[in-house]
């Protein structure tokens, strides 16, 4: 269970948001929406325990989320604007790699056919188009076993086909019990699960 | 220790595949070695009076080269951010990191050693001492340069301000490691400063990854 209680964030002497609060359960999904420089990708960093909120905190289970450590710390999994991939490292070492720190005990072959990388299995990072670094940071997610995903923009350079990807494996993760904060701007892709809106 | 050696890997399999980056800090040590005899003069006399001093200086300066490959190019690539999240401590990670980084800038250079000593007509009973007091010494001066980056690690051009930071704190390691390299050219007993480095290796290799821990954690906030 992800709790926010009364989250405020000010950068400078500008108030994003304050007052914030929200729950979310096991098989929910909350929607961040707003303008662009509202606060979304602030707010999940906050989420994700990467940056402070001015105040206000933020708990998954009973802990808050910048003092997990080991397996709790790998409940929560987080994709922001960077890719998280090295350029200098193949497709298939990346996901080897992020699987490995993340606990994974999935196999990566499988799941580059289902991202259509498999014949991009062996090509460096660097020579991969936008598009296909993003299906394989996406991916690394089915890797790792993350109860909470954190997206932040995931439908950035996907094409439609991606774009239905993504909103299959959240609904799976969904169904399976998972939860997930997705940022975006086209929140209708995503609507048909009744989420919460979160509007900044 | 698994996740240990998982980073340390990946960052082995990243730095030779960049192997050009790799070279040049090598290249510079080596040039600016020979620029010394250019300078002063390339008599015996003079060259086996600096010679030492000259190896050191230039060490230092070169792994300042080395400064930006640490942590910027995780940071710009969001590898810092997921390693920050996962379920690794951030301080095992960093040792990790370093020991990577070490291994790929430092042994390299140590292994060049000896042969520019040799240039400088340093006498070959001192090079085991020379040796033994640059692994020890390099371990704090990397600690030191994962310190520079970190704290410069939300900079977009962070290498000259992170020169600034860790030279003056690398003062010790020259003036012990010269110290020890004099005394055993004069084939006097050196275990003092060598004693001295491992002290100073100790409380680096100790404290050091926590501190670049939380640098990181600010840097990137």
């Known amino acids: 269970m992800l709790r926010a209680r009364g989250l405020a ?17 096991p098989g929910q999904l909350a929607l961040v929406v707003g303008p662009n420089g ?7 960093r906050v ?36 890719d998280g991939l090295k350029k200098d490292l193949t497709v ?9 720190l993340f606990l994974g005990r999935t196999a990566v072959e499988p799941l580059l056919a289902e991202i259509e990388l498999a014949r991009a299995a062996d090509t460096r990072a660097r020579y991969l188009s936008a598009g296909q670094r993003r299906r394989a940071a996406l991916a690394a997610l089915k890797l790792a076993p993350a109860k909470l995903w954190l997206l932040d923009e995931p439908m950035t350079n996907l094409d439609s086909a991606g774009r239905a990807l993504v909103v299959a494996w959240t609904r799976a993760h969904l ?25 900044l | 220790m698994n996740a240990f050696s998982t980073i340390v890997l990946r960052d082995l399999r990243v730095a030779f595949r960049r192997f050009s980056e790799l070279a040049n800090p090598l290249l510079f040590f080596v040039i600016v070695v020979s620029l010394f005899p250019l300078a002063l003069s390339p008599t015996a006399d ?15 300066l070169s792994s300042l080269l080395t400064l930006d490959a640490l942590f910027r190019g995780d940071a710009e690539d969001g590898s810092l951010e997921q390693l920050l999240l996962s379920p690794v401590p951030l301080g095992l990670a960093v040792l990790a990191k370093i020991a990577a980084h070490w291994l790929v800038t430092v042994l390299p ?3 060049l050693v000896p042969l520019l000593a040799a240039t400088f007509d340093v006498p070959a009973r001192a090079l085991p001492t020379l040796a033994f007091a640059l692994l020890l010494a390099t ?10 980056a970190a704290l410069t690690v939300s900079l977009k051009r962070g290498g000259s301000i992170a020169g600034l930071l860790i030279l003056p704190l690398a003062g010790p390691l020259l003036i012990f490691g010269t110290r020890a390299t004099d005394l055993s050219v004069n084939g006097e007993a050196t275990a003092a400063p060598l004693y001295l480095l491992a002290a100073l290796a100790a409380f680096a290799l100790s404290l050091g990854p926590a501190a670049i821990a939380a640098a990181l954690r600010v840097g990137l906030e």
């Open chain 2, 139 to 148: 371990p704090t001066l990397s600690v030191l340069v994962g310190l520079g």
């Open chain 1, 9 to 25: 964030i000010w950068r400078g002497e500008r108030c994003l948001f304050e007052g914030l609060d929200f729950e979310l359960g």
């Open chain 1, 175 to 199: 169904q399976a019990g998972g939860s997930a904060v997705v940022a975006t701007h086209q929140p209708d892709e995503f609507v048909a699960h009744g989420a919460i809106v979160i509007e």
């Open chain 1, 47 to 82: 989420l994700a325990g990467l940056a402070q909120p001015t105040s206000g905190r933020v708990t998954w289970g009973d802990s808050p989320v910048d003092a997990l450590a080991g397996e709790r710390r790998a409940e929560i999994a987080y994709r922001g604007h960077l």
């Open chain 1, 38 to 44: 509202a606060g979304k990708t602030t707010l999940l």
């Open chain 1, 92 to 100: 298939t070492e990346n996901l080897a790699f992020h699987s490995a």
């Open chain 2, 46 to 60: 003079v060259l086996r009076t600096v010679g030492t001093g000259v190896l050191w200086v230039s060490a230092l």
């Open chain 2, 109 to 111: 250079l140590m292994c």
